[in-house]
């Protein structure tokens, strides 16, 4: 008999090619007449055309977003917000963007309406990030979860291949940890499997074809499955991983994900057989590690720490870091195993079934 408790996060979802027309209705629905938007360089035209079209309603805008949500910018924003007087958000961008409404409604507890033109899921998390020097906080309160999400793929056609494909791995990395992570449970892992089905077939054809609409809806479909599905069941030591890379060595959030997702889930694989069939199944080849590294590679992303920027000369320091990072956690990893591991990932080498299977006789 299967035991599980599930927390059903909350939120609307419009999902639709044109979907972005919605957004007065909707803003009609949260009570919304006193609109702050903020949107990033790439989704300037979009914020152009609202602007316009809600008249009024936009009393205070924001274009320039950073990546990780500088404590500066946040500040700044809550002040506008305040001095503004504004009664909600409309967030449209990626990950960045999402993060700074998140950052307001943090301290000012606005309804956010969120549209994503990224992979990343922010939207579909209670998760805020803010930097302050070079210290990454994280937490989780219910205030920051956007109330609405509008899903356009549309908005995510002019996303370059070499943005596309690591985002689009990212996504992957959420259903994959989201099959293991400790709050998963028999519908998230549903959502979980879809989203790397859809993923695994689809992200190759956007990369090839950005201007493949239906293809773009399909990645659109699996990073909200995937988004949703991490935000209930959590993560687990590749997300670990990966935030102690990316916040030691700045190291760029979408292609650190995608470097490190095949060795994370050889290291896991042993341990964990169930997700690993659920993967199999729906990557559609029994090697899940080998299987996620090619697929990387079909979409021309980076696929070393090397290419992404980490110094040589700091992996031992990263592997001490990761393993007190995951010490108290239910996935603790040995210092040899995490310094294999992270040598693989430096030299970029594609996980093997028998390297697998050494890690796991030698666990
Ligand atoms: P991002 O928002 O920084 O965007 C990456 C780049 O893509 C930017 O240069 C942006 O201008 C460009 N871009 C975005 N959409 C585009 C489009 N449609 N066309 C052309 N260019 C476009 O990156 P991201 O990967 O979406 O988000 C990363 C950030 O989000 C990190 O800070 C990460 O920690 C955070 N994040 C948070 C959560 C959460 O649950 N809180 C989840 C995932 C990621």
Redesign the pocket.
Known sequence: MRRFVYDALPGRVVFANGAFDRVPDELDRLGARRVLLIA????QSWAERLTEQLADRVVARIDD?R???PIERATAARTLARESAVDSMLAI???????LA?AVALELPLPILAIP??????EM?P???LTEGARKR?GRDSVVQPKTVIYDPI??????PA?AGP?GM?ALAHCAEALYADGANPVTSLMAEEGIRVLAVSLPRVTNSPDDLEARGEVLLGAYLA?AAF?AAGSGIHHKMCHVL?GAYDLP??ETHTVILPHALALVAPTEPEAMARIAAAMGNPDVPGAVYDLAVALGTPTSLAAIGLPADRLDEAAGLIVDAVSASSQPADLPSVRSLLSDAFEGRRPSFDRVIQRSSTA
């Open positions: 990033d360089r790439s989704a977003v990546v990780h949500v961008g990626g990950g960045s963007t999402t993060g998140k033109t990224t992979y990343a899921g922010s998390t998760i805020w990030g994280t908005l995510t056609l002019s996303l370059p943005i985002s990212n988004a935000a990316g959030h979408a």
